[in-house]
Structure formats: C-alpha cells, structure tokens
DNA sequence: ATATTTGCAAACGTTTTGCATAGTG
DNA sequence: CACTATGCAAAACGTTTGCAAATAT
C-alpha cells in the first residue's frame, strides 16, 4: 500500500479512504469487478459514495495504471494487475470465466516491445465463444 | 456476400442497403471503425441513416457475430473478422496500431476449448503501453 | 495553509424505445 | 402479403461538470 501511496501522490492525488477500500476490494477479489458490485462492497464496508465520486475515483486510479478498466460486451470490468489471467467470454449467456495461460506471451512481447519501439504494461486476452450449456 | 446474407436471415433479419454498405465498408478497411467514422464512409456512398439506425444495425451485426465490437480504452471500434492481428494502445495519445502475430495463438486456443468444453469463436489481445513518443 | 476530494444538482451526450411508414423476401 | 427496417421524436440512461463545504498533506 505503500507504493499505492506513492503512485497516487506522483499523478497529484491523495490516498482517500475511498481510494484505499477501492484498492483493497480490487486486491481482494481481483477481477471482473463491475461499477455496481464495487459500490455494493463499498457499503459493506460503510462507505456509500456520492455517484460522481465512483466516476472519479475509478478514472484516477485508470489513468494512473493503478487499476486497469476493461470492456467486454460493452459492460466495464475493473481489475488490479495481480494474478495475471485471460478471459473466456460467451457470447450466449455473457458470462465470463478465467484461464490461466503462464507466461506465455512474456517471449512474444519482449519481441514486439522491441520491434516496436513500445514500452509494455500490460496485456489483455479474451476469447470470445460459446460455453457448453449455450452450444446447443 | 451470399455467405453473409445466409447468416442474417438465420438470425431473422433482410440484407438492407445499409447492412451491405456496413459489411463492404469493413471488408475495405477491417479495423478499428468507429461510429462516427462509419457514417462518413456511409455518406460517401450516399447513405445517410438515422442515428438509431445505425445503433439498430450494428447491434444486430454484432449480435449476429458477422463483425465484431471491440472498446479499447472506452471507444467502441467495429471490425469483420479477417485478416487477424491485435493491437498496440498507446496510453499516452491513445493511438492504436496493428501488430501482426502469426497464427501464434492457435495452438492454445485448441487446448484452452478442450479443457473448457467452450468453442472458440474468435479472440481478441491488446497490449497497453506507451508508444516510442509517449515514453518521455 | 493549501490543494485535493466530496456531495449535490444540473447539464450533457449517447443509447433506447414506440410508433407510423417504407421496403424486403 | 407478411414481416422486417427505417425515420422521427421522446424518453431513459450513464457520465460529466461547477460549485461550496469537507478533508488530506
């Protein structure tokens, strides 16, 4: 939490208690977490934030690589870069699971960084199909 | 063309001017359309639709998997799956490059679908970063 | 003490909806 | 002919903004 701090004072912010619970909820169950259901693990832990306030808090801690927004079939996922994993998304039933890969891309981004000139954060991997209940 | 009309009546719907228009104009120039960018290249061939129109059509579209809608960085781009390849996204000015990649992910895209009893219907990979400029 | 964060209410833009008409198969 | 697609206007929705008060450093 530490290096969370200093990041958040490097883009000019301050370590909010919203802040922190947002980073802590993403920590503790790092993925897939929707706007709704962080404001609904936000109440738990007593914290019922103005509307606006999630907007901004969630569009600072993106823009500042903290958290990492991703859009699959139009709905916003959050997620902390941790537990690094890709996604099966069907395109049934929109439900969306996780797969571990390894670090299989590592060599292949190494190469592309290289070739490219770009500077490597991080990646995202979905698969986009059908699951077995929605084959039929 | 005719494979596409097939697919549209399976899914219940006409292959309309602006359905076909839609489909060519993707065919030409496969990636990253947005909306806006689509209704240029619409007025251009002398279709000028209605703005639910155009929502209505590419809902349909991407419903009917014949293109598909891909948000980087909370802008929604439309492409038709050929000529595959991901993508650079530069955090820094947001541009979007191509990055080809082989058929790489096949291999794992076999086993991934075994394991998961899921058919893989297509997938897409996006590496965030910051591009040569951005990197000051 | 100074600058950021917050809640509130209003404004904004995008997407969706209902309906009558036009167009497709 | 039956059914889908379209344009239009209105409604609904999510997101952004300006400001004054609260809070963090």
Same mark, same amino acid.
């Given at each position: 939490?530490?290096?969370?701090?200093?990041?958040?004072?490097?883009?000019?912010?301050?370590?909010? =208690? +919203?802040?922190?619970?947002?980073?802590?909820?993403?920590?503790?169950? /790092? /993925?897939?977490?929707?706007?709704?259901?962080?404001?609904?693990?936000?109440?738990?832990?007593? +914290?019922?934030?103005?509307? %606006?306030?999630?907007?901004?808090?969630? %569009? @600072?801690?993106? =823009? *500042?690589?903290?958290? +990492?927004?991703?859009?699959?079939?139009?709905?916003? &996922?959050?997620? +902390?870069?941790?537990?690094?994993?890709?996604?099966?998304?069907?395109?049934?039933?929109? *439900?969306?699971?996780?797969?571990? @890969?390894?670090? &299989?891309?590592?060599? $292949?981004?190494? $190469?592309?960084?290289?070739?490219?000139? @770009?500077?490597?954060?991080?990646? *995202?991997?979905?698969? &986009?199909?059908?699951?077995? =209940?929605?084959?039929?």
């Amino acid at each position: 939490m530490n290096k969370v701090h200093k990041t958040i004072k490097l883009f000019g912010g301050r370590l909010t =208690k +919203i802040k922190k619970a947002i980073i802590e909820i993403l920590l503790e169950d /790092c /993925c897939l977490l929707t706007k709704q259901k962080l404001v609904q693990r936000l109440k738990i832990k007593n +914290i019922k934030p103005n509307r %606006s306030t999630i907007f901004r808090e969630l %569009s @600072f801690l993106t =823009k *500042s690589n903290l958290i +990492i927004k991703n859009t699959i079939t139009g709905i916003d &996922y959050y997620e +902390i870069p941790k537990d690094h994993h890709h996604h099966l998304v069907c395109l049934g039933c929109n *439900s969306i699971n996780k797969v571990e @890969f390894g670090n &299989y891309l590592k060599k $292949q981004e190494k $190469q592309i960084a290289k070739q490219n000139k @770009f500077k490597i954060i991080n990646h *995202s991997l979905e698969f &986009y199909g059908y699951c077995h =209940k929605c084959q039929a």
